[in-house]
């Protein structure tokens, strides 16, 4: 069970980012020279920004949105995947083709341009975040969803389900949790997906407002200082990378572990 | 063969018909009117009336998006609401440089994917292959925007090696081998980054095709004949070759807005740069050819990675 450990760290790295602005003020300005910026000090561990705001406790800060619009966006994929995908893979036929049809021509569209498109006329927002991310992302996850309850559709417990004749939506519900093993690893890659995703919307400016901070709106005001306060990208952007794979590791060993499992059976 | 076409096909326009109107939608849901660039404080209630009429703004939704449609068909496809000038006169300077970028950035991803795959697959285990390991696990970690923003730091301000930005010297004639060569240089970085982004998963499923291949029966049989190790590989590798290309297929979408926000990290004058653009200037015109485009060069690939899957995998070819 390796991947406890990922849990535990994300854990606490939410925790911490809950807790610190009951003890830090992340948006706690200093404007007492010409210009905030300051390099590693002891005061302030990873140097200070433009407006002369402690970037430890704003990437702390930060770690809450992050983490929660990835989490959150996942859940909506993973919703709307499984319920389109079981629907397509378990009925079959006719329907099966339209709603196959339909992914691919989503998955034909220029996801980025739309979210953009999106984003700008409702105005940009921590929950219109998470919805477009979300919504923009549940087709492969249908794919998966599809292909395998096919499969489990034919396993024998469901011959008995079938059996009884309880009617289909109950047959339907009885697949489901079978179908919903091997997703686990594509839940994990979603989130690391959609943490990415709101990085780069944060970094265009259209994600969480300020002075909330986020790791991509961070990335996105250290740009103009990179060549004078490098740390102001670094400390993001390393938060950024080592969260992800941290939670990729999870996922390789969450499928390691559900492959012994199905070796030892 | 033949139904595969049309399947490809259908789903292609199917594709562009709901970028078309769900861009439509979208831009007639925004808060302001397309009239507000028409008006001026001097005119009347009736003029504005007037010129809603002239626009054809006072018409049902659904009409205007027929209308509208109609003159798209005709090759009109709108007037820019902040450059003035028509929609494809701006479209026409972008799509090369996108091209141009997107292309050889498949270029690099395929040729060094193909390359790193087969090194690591033929020495599993050794350090080489947990050196590439390392550095596509890394690749997949990192968003392409912020290594565009730590090269530009490093490689173009401290060492002042690349520039950071732009597409030619504009000092340059356009056509000369200087012009090309500083396309060479300005390109070189956006390349990078985009190839270093993409290669990661590709690398990954290839070495495990051709891990998995090299454990098949067939290839059993040929090492029992006693082939060389490198003349077995040599077979694994065009079987294990085709699940790559449908990737890429599937990964172009992805690589598509990869480089659109590469483009607008290094001012790369392409699709990309002015669709963020027209995204903050609410030029809806433009963006919306924008869409087109891309929905359109996403379904081309795609068509082209069908068909490169087909010749690849004789299989294929014969089951549909």
């Known amino acids: ?265 | 063969m033949i139904r595969r076409v049309i399947q490809r096909l259908v789903s292609g326009i199917g594709a562009l018909l709901v970028t078309i109107v769900l861009s439509f939608f979208l831009i007639h849901l925004a808060p302001g009117d397309p009239v507000t660039t028409f008006i001026d404080p001097g005119m009347s209630v009736a003029d504005i009336e007037r010129v809603k009429q002239n626009l054809g703004l006072d018409r049902p939704l659904y009409e205007q998006l027929w209308r509208w449609g109609g003159q798209l068909l005709q090759g009109n496809w709108g007037v820019s609401t902040t450059s003035h000038q028509p929609v494809t006169t701006v479209l026409a300077d972008r799509v090369l440089p996108t091209l141009l970028l997107t292309c050889s950035t498949l270029g690099c991803i395929l040729i060094l994917t193909l390359i790193l795959g087969v090194v690591s697959a033929y020495w599993a285990g050794s350090w080489v292959d947990r050196g590439i390991a390392l550095v596509t696990t890394v690749g997949l970690a990192i968003p392409s925007f912020w290594l565009g923003i730590v090269l530009i730091g490093w490689v173009s301000v401290r060492w002042n090696l690349l520039p950071a930005s732009g597409y030619a010297d504009p000092m340059l004639p356009v056509g000369s081998w200087e012009w090309t060569g500083s396309i060479a240089q300005h390109l070189a970085l956006p390349l990078l980054t985009g190839t270093l982004g993409g290669l990661a998963m590709l690398t990954r499923y290839y070495r495990h095709g051709i891990r998995k291949e090299m454990g098949s029966l067939y290839l059993l049989a040929a090492q029992a004949r006693g082939l060389p190790r490198h003349r077995v590989l040599a077979h694994a590798l065009k079987n294990a070759s085709l699940p790559l290309v449908t990737l890429l297929g599937m990964e172009l979408p992805g690589l598509l807005a990869g480089s659109y926000m590469i483009e607008s990290v290094f001012a790369w004058p392409g699709l990309g740069q002015l669709g963020v653009n027209a995204a903050f200037s609410r030029d809806y015109p433009v963006l919306m050819g924008i869409l087109m485009v891309s929905t359109l060069l996403i379904v081309v690939g795609n068509a082209l990675s069908d068909w490169l899957g087909q010749w690849v995998d004789p299989r294929v070819r014969r089951s549909s």
């Not at chain 1, 200093?30 to 561990?45: A, F, I, V």
């Not at chain 1, 943490?195 to 780069?200: H, K, M």
């Open chain 1, 1 to 265: 069970m390796k991947w406890w450990w990922g849990l535990v760290w994300l854990g606490m790295l939410m925790l911490v980012s809950c807790v610190i602005p009951l003890g830090f003020d992340p948006n706690d300005m200093n404007l007492s020279q010409w210009s905030g910026l300051s390099g590693p000090s002891w005061s302030h561990w990873l140097g200070t920004d433009d407006l002369g705001r402690d970037v430890g406790i704003r990437v702390l800060d930060a770690s809450k949105v992050s983490l929660g619009v990835g989490i959150l966006s996942m859940l909506i994929s993973v919703s709307v995947g499984t319920l389109v995908g079981s629907i397509s893979g378990y009925v079959g036929g006719r329907t099966d083709g339209i709603i196959q049809w339909v992914l691919d021509v989503l998955m034909g569209l220029p996801t980025l341009f739309i979210i953009l498109m999106i984003q700008a006329v409702l105005g940009p927002s921590l929950y219109t975040v998470i919805g477009v991310i979300g919504l923009s992302s549940w087709m492969p996850v249908a794919r998966l969803i599809r292909v395998e309850m096919i499969r489990v559709k034919q396993a024998p417990y469901m011959l008995a389900v079938r059996a009884r004749g309880m009617g289909r939506i109950t047959e339907w519900k009885h697949a489901i949790p079978a179908a919903l093993i091997p997703i686990r690893l594509s839940a994990m890659l979603g989130v690391s997906q959609a943490i990415l995703a709101e990085s780069v919307l944060g970094f265009l400016g259209l994600g969480v407002q300020p002075p909330q901070a986020s790791w991509g709106s961070m990335l996105q005001n250290s740009v103009d200082y990179m060549g004078v306060a490098p740390w102001m990208g670094i400390a993001p952007g390393v938060m950024i990378v080592s969260t992800i794979l941290i939670i990729n590791a999870m996922g390789d060993a969450m499928q390691e572990g559900s492959r012994r499992q199905i070796v030892s059976e």
